[in-house]
């Protein structure tokens, strides 16, 4: 059975970095085709993609956010760390870590989609 | 602004058929899977349907995904109000290099 945890602040201040942890079992991230990604989703609105980690380690990040993004892994721990820099009240939001996988076809590994996710963790950006 | 594009809402009585439509591009959806995610109120998103039409364990058949072109297609059969979620699509964008979710549909069940 596979499940993934976020952890992490539930409140930082403007300007400061922002470290979550996602925490997984049952899967392992060096087995070929898996990846772990983040998503967010501020109140009330849509579901944003942040950045995915792959088991070969190549790293994807959502354009929009790529300078400020960093995506890690430490496979003898089952996690992977997402840090975030220079918060900003429109980062507030639910973050959730998920379980990615990817289909070989001609070639080429494929998107499949997120197919497990954590709970998530809400995290207020406020002075 | 999202790169994928669904009605805002849809609705049908308990028991009807729904569709939700998902549009994209030459980039994202033509040249890739799409998945869908049913989020319940109040919960973490999950995945109904991925690699365009497959059902992972444990999701009922009255849930169904199609594609064609730059639009892929989430069908409920045998609506329930325990139904009565936000639906997104989601794919990877080629000129992107990321993956992309759709902006929603809330699903009302009369």
């Known amino acids: 059975q596979i499940t993934l945890k976020e952890s992490g602040p539930t409140l930082v201040k403007p300007t400061q970095t922002l470290t979550l942890t996602c925490t997984f079992s049952?899967?392992?991230?060096?087995?070929?085709?898996?990846?772990v990604g983040w998503i967010r989703q501020p109140p009330g609105k849509a579901l944003e993609w942040l950045a995915l980690?792959?088991?070969?380690?190549?790293?994807r990040y959502s354009p929009s956010l790529k300078s400020r993004l960093t995506i890690t892994r430490d496979t003898s721990k089952n996690q992977v760390v997402l840090t975030m820099t220079n918060m900003d009240p429109v980062d507030t939001a639910t973050y959730y870590c998920?379980?990615?996988?990817?289909?070989?076809?001609?070639?080429?590994?494929?998107?499949?989609?997120?197919?497990?996710w954590g709970q998530g963790t809400t995290v207020t950006v406020s002075s | 602004q999202s790169v994928l594009t669904q009605p805002p809402s849809v609705s049908a009585a308990p028991g009807q058929k729904v569709t939700i439509s998902c549009s994209g591009s030459?980039?994202?959806?033509?040249?890739?899977?799409v998945s869908w995610y049913q989020q319940l109120p109040g919960t973490a998103p999950k995945l109904l349907i991925y690699?365009?039409?497959k059902r992972p364990s444990g999701i009922p058949d009255r849930f169904s995904g199609s594609k064609s072109g730059t639009s892929a297609t989430l069908g409920i059969t045998g609506l329930q109000t325990g139904d009565e979620a936000d639906y997104y699509c989601?794919?990877?964008?080629?000129?992107?290099?990321?993956?992309?979710f759709g902006g929603g549909t809330k699903l009302t069940v009369l």
């Open positions: 980690i792959y088991w070969d380690d190549d790293k």
């Open positions: 030459s980039s994202n959806i033509e040249t890739n899977y």
């Open positions: 690699d365009n039409n």
């Open positions: 049952g899967f392992s991230l060096t087995t070929t085709g898996v990846g």
């Open positions: 998920a379980h990615s996988r990817t289909r070989y076809s001609d070639y080429v590994y494929y998107y499949s989609g997120m197919h497990v």
């Open positions: 989601g794919t990877w964008d080629n000129s992107l290099r990321a993956a992309v």
